[in-house]
């Protein structure tokens, strides 16, 4: 059973950063692609960035693209999410997620998720 377990959220202010972690496990991830997404209140789930868990191939959305970084660490399991230049409406919780990397890939849907974690950006 996959489990993953986020952390890193909490209070920053804008213009500060966040590195959010996703510790994995319950079986090898190395066929695995893994995500992070966000939802504010009111708001639908916002995909975020997705990893290649085999190859570190990396894809991220528009709308973050050059200010949050997703990358994995192999020995810990781990996926991180560097979060700079952070702004007042980055404010959510922020999910983890996983599955098989599929051949659409980066466009494919998850069907492992964290609990979440906030983030909550003071203007």
């Known amino acids: 059973q996959v489990q993953l377990v986020e952390s890193g959220g909490g209070l920053v202010q804008a213009g500060g950063s966040l590195r959010l972690s996703c510790a994995a496990s319950g079986r090898t991830f190395s066929n695995y692609a893994m995500g992070w997404f966000r939802q504010a209140p009111g708001k639908e789930r916002e995909f975020l960035a997705t990893i290649d868990w085999s190859n570190g191939n990396t894809y991220a959305a528009d709308s973050v693209k050059g200010r949050f970084t997703i990358s994995r660490d192999n020995a810990k399991n781990t996926v991180y999410l560097q979060m700079n230049s952070l702004k007042p409406e980055d404010t959510a919780v922020y999910y983890c997620?996983?599955?098989?990397?599929?051949?659409?890939?980066?466009?494919?849907?998850?069907?492992?998720w964290g609990q979440g974690t906030q983030v909550t950006v003071s203007s």
């Open positions: 997620a996983a599955d098989s990397r599929r051949r659409t890939w980066p466009l494919q849907g998850f069907g492992f």
